[in-house]
Structure formats: C-alpha cells, structure tokens
C-alpha cells in the first residue's frame, strides 16, 4: 500500500493547520491505513539537483528508545554500542553515511538523564545539549505509541527552527494499530513535527525510508568526510566501548550503569598472518569490591568471556588480530567526582 501525506510541507505553521489529517475520517487517510511499517511523511520542497549535499543530523530521546540500534541500522555497520541497560551511550558519536551525492552525519547522543544528578550525568546531559545546537535536523526518537515525562523533557531540549522527524521506534512491538492514529494525532498537538516516521530500526526497508526523508532536509555543500569514512571516533576509542557493551550484556542488571573502561594501552603492528596486529589493555572501573567480583566471575569465568566476545568483535571491526588484555579495578565514588569524570574521558 502507498505511503500517505500527513504534513504538506516542514513549515510549522502548515504542519500545524495539517494535524487534523492525522485522525481518520473527514476524506483524510488514517496513519493505520497505510502499511504501518511505511514511513507516514511530508514531501518538503526539493532543492535544485546540483552538487553534493551534506548535513548533520542529531538523534535524541531518553534512554532506551533504540537510538543506537537506529544510529547503527543508518550507518549500515555497528559503531555505536547497545545493551538493554539503560544509559549505554555516554559519548557523542558521529556516524557518517555517504551515497550517491549525500553525505549524512548521524550524531547518536546519550539518553537524557533526569533521575540522578551525579556528575557523570550532567556530562551526559551537556552532550545532549551539545548536540542539538546546530544541527540541519533532528530525529527524536521515541518508543511508537508511547509518550512519557522523561520523552517530554527530551522534546523540551529542542531548539525552535530546527525541523525534527518523530521517528516512533520498535513499531515491531505495537499489537493495536489502530491505536496509532489517535497517538500521533496527540503528538502533532505536543509540537509541530515535519514528519512522522512509525518505524522499526531493524526493518531494512524503514530505515530506506527515513534516509529518503533525512536527504531532503540536507543542505547543498560538500562532503565534510572521505566517502569511505563511517566515524570520526578513534578504533582505541571503539575498542573501549566495545568491551564496556560485553560488560553490560553479560553482567545484566546485576552492575550498576556506572562501570566503565579505560584502554590504557592500544599499540599496532604487522602481522604474521593478518595485514596488521593490534594489542590492547584495557580496565574495567567498578565502584565496589563486590562489584568487582561480580564482573570477574567464579574462577575468571566471566571477565574471560567478556574478553573473548569483545577480542572477537573487535577482530570482525578492525580486520586485524587482536590480543586484549582486561583488568577490574574500584574506584569509589568516581561516578559523583566531577575531576575523575573528566579524567575518564567525559566532557
């Protein structure tokens, strides 16, 4: 089935006169009666083809809506981690896509934090800010059919001017449809959103889509990146991530978000028998010696297994050998101490 015009044009004022188009009835095509995993969007006026186009892109909302996945499914190869703990992401990461004549540079941030307000989380929210500031458009994400006060803090972040895509996420997850219509109906009311975009980050087809939606809002001007780059993030830097995605993965809810991974040494080499070698130590930091037993397991068992996946994840990454070398260490209170913060690695 074809996807149907919600929105006119991204200009709020015609958005607004246009929320009405959401309910169902009246001559208009409800959100349910188009295929529900189609991207519901407006087509915005079309530059001129040209030259090429670029632009930054911010992805937003709380923790836990599937924003990493979304970064990830977009890039088309995993360079931001995930884990079902919330507050995974802690860094502003920049993800590039380029094809055809368009650049698009993602930048997936950290769920905005409102629970706790330790100093590693209002570095985490300064992220955020950060990353909204000047951007060509905005995705917030946010689960389909859900809207909470920890999403409505994250919408009241974002700056007037600046076009933002609702891209209702895990749309898998929806049993009613028919719910939809009258969700998004209240949404229109809650801000004047360019497009909607009802979605799952692991359909193929979705994320097509909302590539499609995001080219149009990019400006012409040339490439900031190489057409080979996918991040502007450093492999010492995503080999910490990736053991710190072990960590939580294999660890559940057992160790508090506040872990984290240093990579104190991160050298590279030839190889016998792969292009190149590279030999990375790296520490866990955990806030109690219970903690730290719980990370190493009976017998080493786990920190051997959170060695492993990572040391294997990063050889299909780097497409090297990999020889990792994993520490735990407790440093109390680190969490809440505004200089080890910023000494771990966070702004």
């Not at 407006?42 to 599937?66: D, F, M, S, W, Y």
């Not at 924003?67 to 920049?94: E, M, P």
């Not at 330790?118 to 985490?124: E, F």
Request: proline share 5%.
């Amino acid at each position: 089935m074809n996807t149907e015009s919600l929105i006119p044009d991204a200009d709020p004022a015609s958005t607004k006169a246009a929320a009405a188009s959401v309910t169902p009835g009246g001559g208009s095509v409800s959100p349910v009666e188009a295929s529900a995993s189609e991207a519901i969007a407006a087509t915005p006026q079309q530059p001129e083809a040209g030259g090429q186009r670029c632009g930054l892109i911010a992805i937003v909302g709380k923790p836990n809506v599937g924003k990493s996945t979304l970064l990830n499914a977009l890039v088309g190869q995993k360079i931001s981690i995930t884990s079902r703990k919330a507050q995974t992401t802690r860094h502003r990461i920049t993800g590039i896509r380029t094809r055809d004549a368009t650049q698009f540079v993602f930048v997936d941030t950290p769920g905005f934090q409102t629970r706790h307000h330790t100093a590693l989380n209002k570095s985490l929210n300064k992220t955020v800010l950060g990353a909204v500031d000047d951007v060509d458009l905005v995705l917030f994400v946010v689960e389909a059919g859900s809207f909470t006060l920890a999403d409505a803090q994250v919408l009241a972040l974002l700056k007037p001017g600046i076009p933002v895509v609702l891209v209702a996420n895990k749309l898998d997850s929806v049993h009613r449809r028919a719910t939809l219509a009258p969700w998004l109906k209240s949404m229109q009311e809650r801000h004047p959103f360019a497009e909607f975009m009802p979605m799952s980050a692991k359909n193929p087809k979705d994320v097509e889509r909302l590539l499609q939606v995001c080219e149009r809002y990019l400006p012409e001007q040339p490439w900031w990146y190489g057409e080979d780059e996918l991040t502007d993030r450093s492999e010492r830097f995503l080999a910490g991530e990736i053991v710190r995605e072990k960590l939580f993965r294999l660890t559940g809810d057992e160790l508090p978000y506040t872990s984290a991974v240093l990579v104190e040494r991160f050298e590279e080499e030839p190889g016998r028998t792969h292009q190149r070698l590279v030999r990375i130590a790296a520490t866990i930091v955990v806030e109690r010696e219970g903690h730290k037993a719980m990370v190493i397991g009976e017998k080493g068992e786990r920190l051997k297994r959170i060695g492993t996946e990572a040391r294997q994840e990063l050889e299909r990454l780097f497409d090297a050998k990999v020889f990792l070398e994993l520490w735990v260490k407790v440093r109390s209170g680190w969490a809440d101490d505004e200089a080890r913060v910023r000494s771990f690695g966070y702004e």
